[in-house]
């Protein structure tokens, strides 16, 4: 009784069960949505969500919140883009090291400026947002690497599989659940991230060095985000100044945050920001599926993740109410 | 003050200290010895240093000057972290804690072993916390959330925390006001355990009656200076009380030649299930009546069903003999009703808030008659008010929340006289406030009584309800029990009437 009701009082129980809802309701409609085929574009539609939903969950467990992941990813992108385009000879790898190591240094800008000048992360990030993606058109000239400068090793990534026909991007984003996963659970200073933003004030009196984790869960936002932007040019085969990353971090704070990462700081899983990610992935996959034109799009995807909110929320009060009462 | 033997070797010994903030000397020149295995009490008004002397012991704060010798070693305690591992523990009031994380994680969070990627021992950590917790004999489920623990759970925590690390020195800033009695005694059990074992307590508090069922010997502060450290056998209350304040206290006076008028607010067979039931009572026009009871009796649910804001199921209320419907806040003041709620900072202030803003925050109309604010005017108000009732600040436009906890108090009470109300509701008005200020405070109320306003003050001190009131109420568990007249009300009436079980469960017309 004890661990059926802590299995239902988790929030990923209820995430998982939306899921299951959804597909069963989208596949009344179209039995192609539930077959392997299209299990295969769902998760293909996934894996920079993920890693940026990685990322921008421990800055928001952190108390912050990072909106300048798209911008990140579009600037790290663009430059390992034009270093294919411009250094064809170096060996394509490479790129991985160079994406990463921009998207770190832009995230530690970010850190810096929150910690050190004591701004409110929605400010400097909302700043940077405009400054890197104003970067990426400077870089560029305002012009798009095209899909033959992007290392056809790089783009096959994406495409080929080491085991069951997954391609290896996926397995590049389930990795670093599991690398984020350890992380929170297992180490320090993951802990650290915990208690630093469920109780800010205390943590310099219990020895949190507030300063270095804030710095660290921005700069691991943006290294991440560097990763998600080379991942990009391998997933869509090129790079575009105003069209790559655009709009990434809505995606990644709303599966963030229907994950049960809370707003407020101190709470959050890997697992239930990986389900996050996977309902968005259905949602995404299902509208054109269903034949909803691309205009509303848009719309229909906003609203599914209000419900999604909502329907959690009260399922979830009904639920610690009733087993109260229960209880009582 | 030289000493000669290990035995006799203070644990702790202060010489000099002073601080400063921004310019201002708090803390001037304290001597103190702490022995092995006593309980001290730090007593002194608000503002007097206890604080910040046990903050300094802490590492919360840096001395300006002087000296600390632990076991005979001078030490710099740098920070909090600095004095755990010198085996002192500051427990505060309101507990720090990380209310996402497991009681367990509270436990060790701030053992500083290991690098920031060394791994979390989740099983061992659950284990030792299990240890401290049978050790301490609390009952504490160590993997839930600390969220949702009771206050008292919470200091649980922190004093197993303080053993965790073996503390020696373990400072508790006035660690019992949040506490219900049971809470206290076991509190107090603990805590006399701890100094069996040879270790040291400092004990800052405010209640008299604590410090002496508690604590060895006591040390007065007054104005940032030490005063006097004696043993607490030695001393009688209204000496202490003289050590704190540099006078003698006056008796409190209780209001004199007002003539009691007519029925102000008549209140019958409330009743909200399973909060209260049949609650009956009238206040008359310049006639203060008590309501006393323990904690959780009902009596703030009481109050706010009449003010409306948690409104009751049945029954009826009268305002000057009119029966009257008060579905909310809003009809009560309209009514003439004001309410100074129990907990000012959570339903008092608005913390970041001007002073004059939190004055004058009931008077929408009187400040912004046509809807937009006169500023003049409201500072005219306010500043009238805090000249009045004698508010301490530097300026109305300071933050509420910097105002020491009396002077909030008094705001608050500006801000419901401005409503200039018939019916005046108090639900613990002088708790956490100085002795010094609290006398002011019973002035002022004997003073709106005299002026023909009815008051029910809710109160959890005896000496309060006798000293202030015509007449004293007494719930228990959702009943009144008692309607004692001045003459009939004593410490041991109240509470046999309070005490569940101890009186008789017939509700009580009053």
Same mark, same amino acid.
């Given at each position: 009784?004890?661990?059926?009701?802590?299995?239902?009082?988790?929030?990923?129980?209820?995430?998982?069960?939306?899921?299951?809802?959804?597909?069963?309701?989208?596949?009344?409609?179209?039995?192609?949505?539930?077959?392997?085929?299209?299990?295969?574009?769902?998760?293909?539609?996934?894996?920079?969500?993920?890693?940026?939903?990685?990322?921008?969950?421990?800055?928001?467990?952190?108390?912050?919140?990072?909106?300048?992941?798209?911008?990140?990813?579009?600037?790290?992108?663009?430059?390992?883009?034009?270093?294919?385009?411009?250094?064809?000879?170096?060996?394509?790898?490479?790129?991985?090291?160079?994406?990463?190591?921009?998207?770190?240094?832009?995230?530690?800008?970010?850190?810096?400026?929150?910690?050190?000048?004591?701004?409110?992360?929605?400010?400097?990030?909302?700043?940077?947002?405009?400054?890197?993606?104003?970067?990426?058109?400077?870089?560029?000239?305002?012009?798009?690497?095209?899909?033959?400068?992007?290392?056809?090793?790089?783009?096959?990534?994406?495409?080929?599989?080491?085991?069951?026909?997954?391609?290896?991007?996926?397995?590049?984003?389930?990795?670093?659940?599991?690398?984020?996963?350890?992380?929170?659970?297992?180490?320090?200073?993951?802990?650290?991230?915990?208690?630093?933003?469920?109780?800010?004030?205390?943590?310099?009196?219990?020895?949190?060095?507030?300063?270095?984790?804030?710095?660290?869960?921005?700069?691991?936002?943006?290294?991440?985000?560097?990763?998600?932007?080379?991942?990009?040019?391998?997933?869509?085969?090129?790079?575009?100044?105003?069209?790559?990353?655009?709009?990434?971090?809505?995606?990644?704070?709303?599966?963030?945050?229907?994950?049960?990462?809370?707003?407020?700081?101190?709470?959050?899983?890997?697992?239930?920001?990986?389900?996050?990610?996977?309902?968005?992935?259905?949602?995404?996959?299902?509208?054109?599926?269903?034949?909803?034109?691309?205009?509303?799009?848009?719309?229909?995807?906003?609203?599914?993740?209000?419900?999604?909110?909502?329907?959690?929320?009260?399922?979830?009060?009904?639920?610690?109410?009733?087993?109260?009462?229960?209880?009582? | 003050?030289?000493?000669?033997?290990?035995?006799?070797?203070?644990?702790?010994?202060?010489?000099?200290?002073?601080?400063?903030?921004?310019?201002?000397?708090?803390?001037?020149?304290?001597?103190?010895?702490?022995?092995?295995?006593?309980?001290?009490?730090?007593?002194?008004?608000?503002?007097?240093?206890?604080?910040?002397?046990?903050?300094?012991?802490?590492?919360?704060?840096?001395?300006?000057?002087?000296?600390?010798?632990?076991?005979?070693?001078?030490?710099?305690?740098?920070?909090?972290?600095?004095?755990?591992?010198?085996?002192?523990?500051?427990?505060?009031?309101?507990?720090?804690?990380?209310?996402?994380?497991?009681?367990?994680?509270?436990?060790?969070?701030?053992?500083?072993?290991?690098?920031?990627?060394?791994?979390?021992?989740?099983?061992?950590? &659950?284990? *030792?916390?299990?240890? +401290?917790? @049978?050790?301490?004999?609390? %009952?504490?489920?160590?993997? $839930? !959330?600390? #969220?949702?623990?009771?206050?008292?759970?919470?200091?649980?925590?922190?004093?197993?925390?303080?053993?965790?690390?073996?503390?020696?020195?373990?400072?508790?800033?006035?660690?019992?006001?949040?506490?219900?009695?049971?809470?206290?005694?076991?509190?107090?059990?603990?805590?006399?355990?701890?100094?069996?074992?040879?270790?040291?307590?400092?004990?800052?508090?405010?209640?008299?009656?604590?410090?002496?069922?508690?604590?060895?010997?006591?040390?007065?502060?007054?104005?940032?200076?030490?005063?006097? &450290?004696? *043993?607490?056998?030695? +001393?009688? @209350?209204?000496?202490?009380? %003289?050590?704190?304040?540099? $006078? !003698?206290? #006056?008796?409190?006076?209780?209001?004199?030649?007002?003539?009691?008028?007519?029925?102000?607010?008549?209140?019958?067979?409330?009743?909200?299930?399973?909060?209260?039931?049949?609650?009956?009572?009238?206040?008359?026009?310049?006639?203060?009546?008590?309501?006393?009871?323990?904690?959780?009796?009902?009596?703030?649910?009481?109050?706010?069903?009449?003010?409306?804001?948690?409104?009751?199921?049945?029954?009826?209320?009268?305002?000057?003999?009119?029966?009257?419907?008060?579905?909310?806040?809003?009809?009560?003041?309209?009514?003439?009703?004001?309410?100074?709620?129990?907990?000012?900072?959570?339903?008092?202030?608005?913390?970041?808030?001007?002073?004059?803003?939190?004055?004058?925050?009931?008077?929408?109309?009187?400040?912004?008659?046509?809807?937009?604010?006169?500023?003049?005017?409201?500072?005219?108000?306010?500043?009238?008010?805090?000249?009045?009732?004698?508010?301490?600040?530097?300026?109305?436009?300071?933050?509420?929340?910097?105002?020491?906890?009396?002077?909030?108090?008094?705001?608050?009470?500006?801000?419901?006289?401005?409503?200039?109300?018939?019916?005046?509701?108090?639900?613990?008005?002088?708790?956490?406030?100085?002795?010094?200020?609290?006398?002011?405070?019973?002035?002022?109320?004997?003073?709106?009584?005299?002026?023909?306003?009815?008051?029910?003050?809710?109160?959890?001190?005896?000496?309060?309800?006798?000293?202030?009131?015509?007449?004293?109420?007494?719930?228990?568990?959702?009943?009144?029990?008692?309607?004692?007249?001045?003459?009939?009300?004593?410490?041991?009436?109240?509470?046999?009437?309070?005490?569940?079980?101890?009186?008789?469960?017939?509700?009580?017309?009053?």
């Amino acid at each position: 009784m004890n661990l059926l009701r802590n299995i239902f009082l988790r929030r990923e129980a209820g995430i998982a069960v939306m899921i299951v809802l959804f597909c069963i309701a989208v596949g009344a409609v179209k039995p192609q949505f539930l077959t392997l085929d299209s299990l295969r574009i769902i998760l293909l539609l996934t894996p920079l969500i993920m890693i940026g939903a990685m990322g921008q969950m421990l800055v928001i467990v952190a108390r912050h919140v990072d909106l300048s992941i798209g911008s990140m990813l579009g600037f790290s992108a663009m430059v390992t883009g034009m270093m294919f385009k411009f250094y064809p000879e170096i060996w394509w790898p490479v790129g991985f090291l160079v994406s990463i190591g921009i998207g770190a240094a832009l995230g530690l800008l970010n850190g810096v400026l929150v910690t050190l000048f004591r701004l409110p992360a929605i400010i400097v990030t909302l700043g940077t947002l405009n400054l890197y993606r104003g970067l990426t058109y400077i870089v560029s000239n305002a012009k798009q690497i095209d899909r033959q400068f992007v290392p056809s090793a790089l783009k096959s990534m994406s495409q080929t599989s080491p085991i069951f026909g997954i391609p290896w991007i996926i397995f590049i984003s389930f990795g670093i659940g599991l690398l984020t996963y350890g992380f929170v659970m297992h180490t320090r200073v993951g802990r650290q991230i915990f208690a630093l933003g469920s109780n800010p004030i205390a943590a310099p009196l219990r020895g949190i060095a507030v300063n270095k984790v804030t710095l660290l869960v921005f700069t691991i936002s943006g290294a991440l985000s560097g990763l998600a932007g080379i991942l990009y040019a391998s997933r869509w085969g090129f790079v575009n100044p105003s069209n790559t990353g655009s709009g990434f971090e809505f995606q990644v704070i709303a599966a963030v945050v229907i994950g049960g990462v809370s707003i407020n700081g101190g709470v959050g899983t890997v697992l239930g920001t990986v389900l996050g990610v996977l309902l968005l992935g259905c949602v995404a996959a299902a509208l054109p599926l269903l034949g909803i034109p691309g205009t509303t799009q848009s719309a229909i995807y906003g609203a599914v993740i209000l419900i999604a909110l909502l329907i959690d929320r009260t399922v979830r009060q009904q639920g610690i109410a009733s087993l109260s009462r229960a209880r009582a | 003050m030289t000493d000669t033997s290990t035995s006799d070797r203070p644990l702790l010994a202060a010489r000099g200290i002073s601080k400063s903030f921004a310019g201002v000397e708090v803390l001037r020149d304290v001597d103190l010895d702490l022995r092995r295995g006593e309980i001290h009490a730090l007593l002194g008004e608000n503002g007097a240093g206890k604080s910040t002397f046990a903050k300094i012991v802490a590492g919360v704060h840096r001395p300006t000057r002087g000296t600390l010798t632990l076991n005979g070693m001078p030490v710099e305690v740098t920070s909090p972290i600095v004095a755990q591992s010198l085996g002192i523990t500051l427990i505060h009031q309101e507990p720090i804690s990380f209310p996402d994380l497991s009681v367990a994680e509270n436990l060790v969070l701030g053992r500083a072993d290991g690098g920031w990627l060394a791994r979390v021992p989740w099983a061992e950590m &659950t284990r *030792d916390a299990r240890r +401290l917790m @049978d050790l301490l004999g609390v %009952r504490i489920d160590v993997t $839930r !959330p600390m #969220r949702g623990l009771s206050i008292a759970d919470q200091q649980m925590v922190e004093i197993a925390r303080a053993l965790a690390s073996d503390s020696r020195l373990i400072i508790m800033d006035e660690p019992t006001a949040p506490l219900t009695p049971k809470e206290v005694e076991t509190l107090f059990a603990i805590a006399r355990r701890l100094r069996d074992e040879g270790r040291t307590i400092i004990f800052i508090s405010h209640r008299l009656e604590e410090v002496r069922a508690l604590c060895d010997r006591v040390t007065i502060f007054r104005d940032g200076n030490k005063i006097a &450290t004696e *043993d607490i056998g030695t +001393l009688t @209350d209204a000496d202490i009380i %003289r050590l704190m304040i540099g $006078r !003698p206290l #006056r008796e409190y006076m209780h209001k004199q030649g007002t003539t009691i008028g007519d029925v102000a607010l008549e209140v019958e067979n409330l009743t909200l299930p399973g909060v209260f039931s049949d609650i009956s009572l009238t206040v008359r026009k310049g006639e203060m009546v008590g309501l006393g009871g323990l904690v959780g009796a009902g009596r703030t649910d009481v109050a706010r069903a009449i003010f409306g804001v948690a409104p009751a199921a049945s029954g009826t209320i009268k305002v000057n003999g009119k029966p009257v419907t008060i579905a909310s806040p809003d009809a009560a003041i309209a009514l003439g009703l004001a309410f100074v709620p129990e907990d000012r900072a959570v339903a008092g202030i608005f913390r970041t808030l001007p002073v004059e803003q939190n004055i004058t925050a009931a008077v929408p109309g009187k400040i912004a008659p046509g809807g937009f604010i006169r500023g003049a005017v409201e500072k005219a108000l306010a500043s009238d008010s805090v000249n009045k009732l004698r508010i301490r600040l530097a300026s109305l436009r300071q933050p509420i929340g910097e105002l020491s906890g009396g002077n909030q108090q008094k705001a608050i009470l500006a801000r419901w006289l401005l409503t200039d109300p018939t019916v005046l509701i108090l639900d613990e008005p002088t708790r956490g406030i100085d002795i010094g200020v609290k006398a002011e405070f019973y002035d002022m109320i004997g003073e709106l009584a005299a002026s023909g306003r009815a008051i029910l003050l809710i109160s959890s001190e005896l000496p309060e309800l006798l000293a202030l009131c015509d007449r004293v109420l007494v719930m228990s568990e959702g009943r009144l029990t008692a309607n004692l007249s001045r003459a009939e009300a004593t410490q041991e009436s109240i509470m046999h009437a309070a005490v569940p079980g101890a009186a008789s469960r017939q509700g009580v017309a009053a």
